[in-house]
């Protein structure tokens, strides 16, 4: 029983494509993440849903777009990749915003840009 | 925003071994989590811990929210407790984790 699940596990393809990286979690929670882990694993967040609507966008390029089609469902659509986008990118997922609560990791997409 | 800084940034021990890995923060803190990065990549999320003292196992926790620092101890290190630890943590008013730049232990047989 996968609590946070990612597809593909990992990602490799050409700088310019459009891809795709999907996330679902089976915990009930209403708030769901995304993280990128750099080459030197630091690992900082990228967007923030709560119940289908965006509560963090950090500054990252408008080539990122996030999209939450339900609660338990939150994807990642990547336009014209570039080398520089080559990282793990986590999905992860919490209770519910507007209270603290442990937040649950899946395994990572590792996406490589040739 | 917050910052974390962890110590040591490496750290290799003998099997058996114990462990203290230390997390420092910049401000107050309604929000502090200890993960395991381990060898494969997955992050596993050990202790939620804004404040007191939690035990899973050999591993526990302590945290010191008054003197912005929390500690993970790791006693009786086996192999498969090698990987980066991080620690990660949400300033007053804030639900955002700022992450530490981990630790990386390296438990050799």
């Known amino acids: 029983d996968t609590a946070v699940s990612q597809t593909p596990k990992y990602l490799v393809t050409q700088m310019g494509n459009d891809k795709s990286i999907k996330c679902e979690q089976n915990?009930?929670?209403?708030?769901m993440y995304w993280y990128k882990q750099d080459s030197k694993k630091f690992l900082k967040i990228m967007f923030s849903?709560?119940?289908?609507?965006?509560?963090i966008n950090e500054t990252v390029p408008n080539r990122f777009s996030p999209k939450s089609p339900d609660k338990a469902h939150l994807n990642l659509h990547i336009n014209s990749l570039e080398l520089g986008d080559s990282a793990v990118y986590f999905c992860?997922?919490?209770?519910?915003?507007?209270?603290?609560?442990?937040?649950?990791f899946g395994d990572g997409t590792r996406l490589s840009i040739l | 925003g917050i910052q974390v800084e962890q110590s040591p940034p490496d750290l290799i021990l003998q099997e058996g071994a114990n462990s203290t890995l230390r997390c420092n923060f910049s401000?107050?803190?309604?929000?502090l989590q200890w993960f395991h990065q381990n060898p494969w990549g997955q992050l596993i999320n050990l202790f939620y811990?804004?404040?007191g003292t939690k035990q899973n196992g050999r591993l526990s926790a302590t945290t010191v929210a008054t003197e912005r620092y929390s500690l993970l101890y790791i006693s009786s290190s086996q192999t498969t407790d090698s990987g980066v630890y991080f620690c990660?943590?949400?300033?007053?008013?804030?639900?955002?984790?700022?992450f530490g730049k981990g630790t990386k232990l390296s438990v050799i047989p």
């Open positions: 401000d107050s803190v309604n929000n």
């Open positions: 811990i804004p404040s």
């Open positions: 915990l009930g929670h209403d708030t």
């Open positions: 992860a997922s919490s209770l519910r915003q507007g209270y603290n609560q442990p937040q649950h």
């Open positions: 990660a943590s949400s300033g007053a008013g804030s639900y955002q984790l700022t």
């Open positions: 849903y709560n119940n289908k609507e965006l509560i």
